[in-house]
C-alpha cells in the first residue's frame, strides 16, 4: 500500500518560495512508470494540478504554474519536493501529493491514485 505523506511550513510571506515535500512510502519514487504529483484546493475552490516527476525524473508542469513551480526528487530519502517561487496570498491553498499511473489536469478531477492528506498553506505577512 503507497502511503504519502506532505510536510513544510504553514505560514509563508509573500514573495518567498514556499517548499513542500512528500514521503513516500509503500513504492520506490523510481520504480515503475508512475507519475508523483502535487496538486492545490484553494478556498471555495477546485483541485488544481500544479505538476508531476515522473519515476525516470521528467518533470510535467501545468502551464498556469510552469513559470513558478519546479518538483525535484531527493531517490535516497523516497521523497519529492514541490517549490513555489515569489508566493502572493493567492497561492494560499490546502496543498496534496498523490502517486498514480497519471497525471494531469483531467486525471486530478477523478482523484485516482494514492494521496497524502494535504496541508494547509498560507501565504500572508
Known amino acids: 500500500q503507497v502511503q504519502l505523506q506532505e510536510s513544510g511550513p504553514d505560514l509563508v510571506e509573500p514573495s518567498q518560495t514556499l517548499s513542500l515535500t512528500c514521503t513516500v512510502s509503500g513504492r520506490s519514487i523510481i520504480m515503475g512508470a508512475y507519475y508523483w504529483n502535487w496538486i492545490r484546493q484553494a478556498p471555495g475552490k477546485g483541485l488544481e494540478w500544479m505538476g508531476a516527476?515522473?519515476?525516470?525524473?521528467?518533470?510535467y508542469y501545468n502551464p498556469s504554474h510552469k513559470n513558478r513551480a519546479s518538483i525535484s526528487r531527493d531517490t535516497t530519502k523516497n521523497q519529492f519536493t514541490l517549490h513555489v517561487n515569489s508566493v502572493t496570498p493567492e497561492d494560499t491553498a490546502v496543498y496534496y501529493c498523490?502517486?498514480?499511473?497519471?497525471?494531469?489536469?483531467?486525471?486530478?478531477?477523478?482523484?485516482?491514485?494514492?494521496w497524502g492528506r494535504g496541508t494547509q498553506v498560507t501565504v500572508s505577512s
Open positions: 498523490a502517486g498514480d499511473w497519471d497525471y494531469g489536469s483531467n486525471w486530478v478531477t477523478g482523484r485516482r491514485g494514492s
Open positions: 516527476i515522473t519515476a525516470s525524473g521528467n518533470t
